[in-house]
């Protein structure tokens, strides 16, 4: 007997599944074919513009994708309104209503920290994922369960530790934030690490821990290492780390983690 052929999906199944299958952006009106040739376009059709990035959850309603500033003036905005700043709640405020920087308009929700705001030890990473980004809260996913087991090896858990990220909004697709969007984000961060003032701050990764220690050099050369973090009214001790998503694909460099959540354990004890 013939099969009945397989019913046709319509635009919300077909977006579900791509979801499903962790194609949650689109980066371009148009499908792109990077095999083609460039030069062999038709003639008379210009390359399509590159459009926004827009999620696959954002096509769905009306959503308006607004125009950001300029990095150099969001760079500026985003100094003068983190300063202004006298406690987190009215940062994290700020930072909701804040327009300059274009991952806001492709992110679900802001993710601006969870934990012990008063804790003495605060983590900071990169950016978001994509269960942070539908929960609101940093390391939630496979990463952030990791973290939270190596801080308990330490006595810590997040009612005794702060977590944030150095850009609070996820990008699209878990790509890396461009330098601008850093740039951009870190008066936030760099705010919200004075208002926590946490004696301790652990940098998880290369991007967290060049982006907050002002380093050039890579993870792999800088783990383990103490720096002077000066939070905007006190010193305090700064250390980078390797990220627990690294730690998740490199389960070997455990072993080099586990000094430094040591190092951290002590340092935390002599402060
Ligand atoms: N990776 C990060 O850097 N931050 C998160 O919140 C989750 C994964």
Redesign the pocket.
Known sequence: MASLPDPVPNVQQLLAFYLEAGVDCALAEEPVDHLADPDAAPPGREAAPVQPVRTIAAMLPTARIEAAPAPEAAIALARETARTAPTLEALRGLLEKFDGCALKHTATRL?FADGNPNARVMFV?????RE?DLEGL??V?R??KLLDRMIATIGLDRSKAYIA?VIPWRPPGNRTPTPQESQICLPFIRRQIELANPDVLVC??GP?SQALLGIKQGIKATRGRWFEFHTGTREIRAIATY?P?YLLRTPAEKRFSWRDFLAIKKALSES
Do not use: I, K, L, R
């Open positions: 993710v990473g990169e950016a978001p994922g942070e940093p390391f996913g990463s952030g990220n998880m990764g967290a990220h998503a």
